[in-house]
C-alpha cells in the first residue's frame, strides 16, 4: 500500500486503540502510531522514509526483515529499553502491525515469520491500485466519523 493509505489506518486503528487501551496522552500515542504505521518501508529506497535512509534499502530486501513479526517484537524491546514507557510501546505495536495487515493484503505479501521467506502472507491488491486509493478513502471517512464521535 501507500505512503498516505499506511498513515489513514494506522490513524483509524490508533484512534479505536486509545478507546481500548483507555490512553490519556493521545498526542504523544499517536505521534508514535503514526510514525510506526510508515516505519517498516524504510527498507524501500524509494519510499518516504527509504529516502532518507537509503544504505538500509540496499542492506535489506523491501518486505523482508522490516516487514516480520522479528521486526515488531525488536522496536518494541527497543522502544521499551530506550523510553521504559508503556504508552510508547503499545502506539510502536498499534502502528507496525497495522503496517503489516496492509501490506499482507497486497499480491505481493510479506514474510511475517521473516527469516522464514516460505512462509508468506499474500492478498490480491496492488499497491497504488484503485482498491488502494478506495481504501485511502475508507479509512479517511472512518477516521472523521470515529473522531466526530458517529460511529462506535
Known sequence: MKFFTHLAFGFLVGLYAIDFFNISQE??????VLVSSIFADIDHPDSKLGRWFKPLGWLFSHRGFFHSLLAVALFAILAYLAWGNQLIIIAILVGYSSHLILDALNH???????????????????????ADYIMLG????LGFLKLTNNIF
Open 27 to 32: 498526542l504523544l500515542f499517536m505521534f508514535f
Open 108 to 130: 505481493q505479501g510479506i514474510a511475517f515469520l521473516f527469516p522464514l521467506k516460505k512462509l508468506k502472507l499474500k492478498g490480491f491488491l496492488k499497491s497504488g491500485g484503485i
Open 138 to 141: 475508507v479509512f479517511i471517512t
